[in-house]
């Protein structure tokens, strides 16, 4: 038979690695990420992550775990070799975090590698040193029980993908991302990471998540923190911390999800998170949330994804529900307390059917099931704002204006606004020409222009009005600041810390003053006049989260608008405050003066027109 050249080869064992190295290997944070659960998985008490220049020139990451024997040493580099699983039956019976056995091949592959470790107490040891995924070097050693891996010049044979790797501190801070999702999920474990000899993070081992979560989010969070424990069926078992719902933040990354031990971020248990805060939030903030997960096994299948991130459940809907309902009961009795008045006065009402009281509910239009109200009172949350105003000191500029409301009485939910008609007011422009009617829900400001009903969404229009202020202030020069009687100390995590640290000058500009007071906290000194003092420690965190999305992919000067919108949000009244007459006229003086496009600046509509055909449809006149 005459030879033919075959066009299909199998590629060498060494490019397989390099392509398997392309999935689970991106950037320095995806190094530790597999060693760091190597560690783990070998029981490790204590792990040490040593880093230069992000990661980018070196990785290091010595633990006291099992370590390896020196033919296992040998095996741990081959590709698909792994301690952890046998058959196929073991990967929906996990438990441990890795199984795949292609992490050091593919980091190997791709690097300079080096190797220690001990599977004795007697103080002997292999090492193995490893460039490119070939084996240059082999030795004994004296080392101590665990093992050592270092990594240098990553991607150092690679170039092209060495040209992905970002600037130091942003390799850093995926790096300390992943160490915070490994230590929150592992408590019992100590961990440091070392940057350039500095230490940047240094976590003792604690008893429980708690303790954990102070050190790494901050402790102020604490107070404002629920215990979550809910058991359910078969094996189900939801626990961990999270926010009540006036701690928010404006960004999900302080969302972190465990599914037995292994950080996730799955669409389906997000939705669920979100759900179990449903009507708690504003639209655009997200809750601070740890929670694990206990699943059996057999029930969800991790082996959909390289990196483990995404995972695939058998039973869906019921995991989703499970979680949504254990939060909606952790979160429910705060709910209940707010929402007290109303339920007593269902409680008392002893004489009522419940006949007779649907009734009244009907004919009030309480309950109308119209898409488009429903839509406009689903937006703000009255919980949260009800029980500021029972259990805080209530601003007294804020109590002032209330009493000359001419609706002080607080309007029930789902009651009818009150009837208010201003006698001739001095129209100049658009909305100082509307005809006020009154007050909805402490939300919505409602007006008659021609025949047409308007609505006004009162915190929209007030955030519009804030954000061009603020954006004429910046253009000008800076906005004024004013300097605090007692510098607040915030407390963030690494990541916003960094952010926060790196952009001091920018916020002077924005008006305000924090000085760094030592690891990972700041004191704030100055902020906005606009913001009068007014939940000024909430929005630098939130700025600060801000800023750390922005440095991942732009210029703060670009983005600028991002932050005033922030800040413009937090400057502002809330839905659910009554407003006197004069302060809707200085409001719609205010609308009349800005470019008005209508809109809020997160894009929300600032107001919305009812026509009276629309109305008449609505009662089958039409
Ligand atoms: P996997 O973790 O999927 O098994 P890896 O390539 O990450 O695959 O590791 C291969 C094997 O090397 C592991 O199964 C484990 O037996 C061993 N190993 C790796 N790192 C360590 C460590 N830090 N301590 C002890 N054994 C380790
Ligand atoms: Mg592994």
């Known amino acids: 038979m005459e030879f033919m050249e075959t066009k299909i080869h199998v590629l060498p064992e060494e490019l397989c690695n390099k392509i398997a190295a392309g999935e689970v290997v991106e950037r320095p944070s995806s190094v530790v990420k597999e060693l760091l659960e190597n560690s783990l998985d070998a029981g490790a008490s204590d792990i040490l992550i040593e880093l230069e220049a992000g990661g980018k020139r070196l990785i290091r990451i010595s633990d006291n775990g099992c370590g390896m ?176 719902p006036q701690l928010t933040r404006s960004a999900a990354s302080h969302i972190y999800t465990f599914i037995n031990g292994r950080y996730i971020r799955d669409r389906v248990v997000q939705h669920a998170v979100m759900a179990g805060y449903r009507h708690l939030l ?60 109303s339920d007593f006065s269902t409680e008392n009402a002893g004489d009522y059917s419940t006949h007779s009281q649907s009734q009244t509910v009907d004919q009030t239009g309480s309950a109308p099931d119209n898409g488009f109200v429903r839509e406009l009172s689903d937006r703000y949350v009255p919980p949260v704002e009800n029980r500021q105003k029972d259990n805080f000191p209530v601003d007294p500029m804020l109590a002032q204006l209330n009493s000359t409301s001419v609706y002080s009485e607080p309007v029930e939910e789902n009651s009818v606004a009150t009837q208010y008609t201003l006698p001739g007011s001095e129209s100049s422009g658009f909305f100082s020409g509307l005809h006020i009617l009154g007050q909805y829900h402490q939300s919505y400001i409602l007006c008659q222009d021609g025949s047409d009903l308007v609505l006004i969404d009162q915190h929209a229009a007030h955030e519009r009005v804030g954000f061009e202020k603020l954006r004429h202030a910046y253009t000008a020069g800076t906005i004024p600041s004013q300097t605090l009687l007692f510098p607040e100390v915030l407390e963030l995590d690494f990541n916003s810390a960094t952010a926060l640290g790196d952009n001091r000058q920018e916020l002077e500009l924005l008006g305000f003053e924090i000085e760094p007071f030592g690891g990972k906290s700041f ?92 109305i008449e449809r609505l009662f089958r006149r039409q």
Request: with cysteine.
């Open 282 to 341: 504003m639209k655009g903030r997200y809750p601070v949330v740890v929670l694990f997960l206990k699943i059996d096994p057999a029930q969800v299948d991790i082996n959909v994804h390289p990196t483990k991130h995404e995972v695939r459940f058998r039973e869906q809907s019921l995991v989703h529900d499970f979680i949504a309902e254990g939060l909606q009961q952790t979160l429910r009795p705060a709910e209940w307390l707010n929402k007290g008045g």
């Open 523 to 614: 004191a704030l000194k100055a902020i906005p006049q606009l913001l009068e003092n007014r939940n000024a420690s909430r929005l630098v965190v939130d700025v600060a989260l801000e800023l750390e999305r922005i440095g991942r992919t732009g210029q703060l000067r670009e983005s600028i608008d991002e932050i005033l919108i922030l800040m413009a949000c937090h400057s502002v009244i809330r839905a659910n405050q009554a407003l006197a007459i004069v302060e809707i006229k200085a409001l719609f003086q205010e609308l009349d003066r800005i470019d008005f496009k209508a809109n809020c600046p997160h894009g929300r509509p600032v107001m919305q027109r009812m026509t009276l055909t629309e």
């Open 69 to 244: 024997s020196q033919q296992d040493a040998f095996l741990s580099f081959e590709r698909h070799a792994t301690s952890k699983i046998r058959t196929a039956d073991d990967l929906f019976a996990l438990s441990t975090l890795g199984f795949r056995g292609e992490a050091l091949a593919s980091i190997a592959s791709v690097s300079r590698l080096r190797l220690k470790t001990s599977d004795n107490d007697e103080g002997l040891g292999q090492q193995i040193y490893i460039e490119g995924g070939k084996i240059k070097n082999v030795a004994e050693v004296g080392f101590p029980q665990g093992t050592s891996i270092e990594v240098r010049n990553l991607f150092f044979n690679l170039p092209a993908r060495k040209k992905f790797l970002r600037k130091e501190n942003t390799e850093l801070g995926h790096v300390a991302d992943v160490v915070t999702k490994q230590a929150l999920a592992n408590p019992a474990v100590s961990f440091r990471l070392k940057h350039n000899e500095r230490i940047m993070l240094d976590l003792r081992r604690e008893k429980g998540v708690r303790e954990r979560v102070a050190a790494l989010l901050g402790r102020s969070l604490l107070p404002d923190l629920l215990v979550v424990e809910q058991q359910g069926s078969d094996d189900l078992q939801l626990t961990g911390l999270i926010s009540q």
